[in-house]
Every structure is written in C-alpha cells, then in structure tokens.
C-alpha cells in the first residue's frame, strides 16, 4: 500500500486549500482512511477519519465544522477540505490507510498559515 499527499501551500488565515491523498496497492472504498498532521516539534495530531461501509465520518474538536474528509472512490483519492484556517492549523499533514491515524502512512503535505 503506497499514499501520496499533495496541496499543501502557503495560505492567509482565514483561507482555504484541499488536500488529496492518491493511494494505490489498495482501495479507499473497502478501507478505513484517516488524516493526521504533525507541527513542528508536536507529535501526530488525529484530525479526522472516514469509514469504509457507510462512508461515514467523524472530526477532532479542534477541526470540526471546518474540514471536511472525503473520498473519490473513482480516482481511488482520500481529500481534506479545509477552510477558515487558522495558524495553528500549520503543519505536515499525512494520510493513513487505518482509523485515528493508523496504518501506513505516505509522504505527506506542508500546509503554512499565516497569521
């Protein structure tokens, strides 16, 4: 199972970016898919996960109300739309093909916020 994250840019609070997380070796309709982020000198910070069954999809308090998870089982694509973003929004951000951030995790996308 390989991961590749991409999107992450340099954005002004209150903007907003999608990321995408192209998986192969697998597919993202029969797998449970997370995102995480990791900011600098901080550990993984789980931020949401989306169920395989049901596609159902669940937030930590810190992003709820303004990221959305996704799929596109068609491109075989996990995305993360974020919006209103905040500075301590900053950080590298991975995709996992496991719930809370676990399972394997692919290369992953910087996102800069600034304030």
């Known amino acids: 199972a390989q991961l590749v994250a991409s999107g992450g840019d340099l954005v002004q609070a209150g903007g907003s970016l999608t990321l995408s997380c192209v998986a192969s070796g697998f597919s993202v309709r029969y797998s449970d898919m997370s995102w995480v982020r990791q900011a600098p000198g901080k550990g993984d910070e789980w931020l949401a996960d989306?169920?395989?069954?049901?596609?159902?999809?669940y937030y930590a308090d810190s992003v709820k109300g303004r990221f959305t998870v996704s799929r596109d089982i068609s491109k075989n694509t996990l995305y993360l739309r974020m919006t209103n973003l905040r500075p301590a929004d900053s950080g590298i951000y991975y995709c996992?093909?496991?719930?809370?951030?676990?399972?394997?995790r692919g290369q992953g996308t910087q996102v800069t916020v600034s304030s």
């Open positions: 989306i169920r395989a069954t049901l596609g159902d999809t």
């Open positions: 996992t093909n496991d719930l809370r951030g676990s399972g394997v």
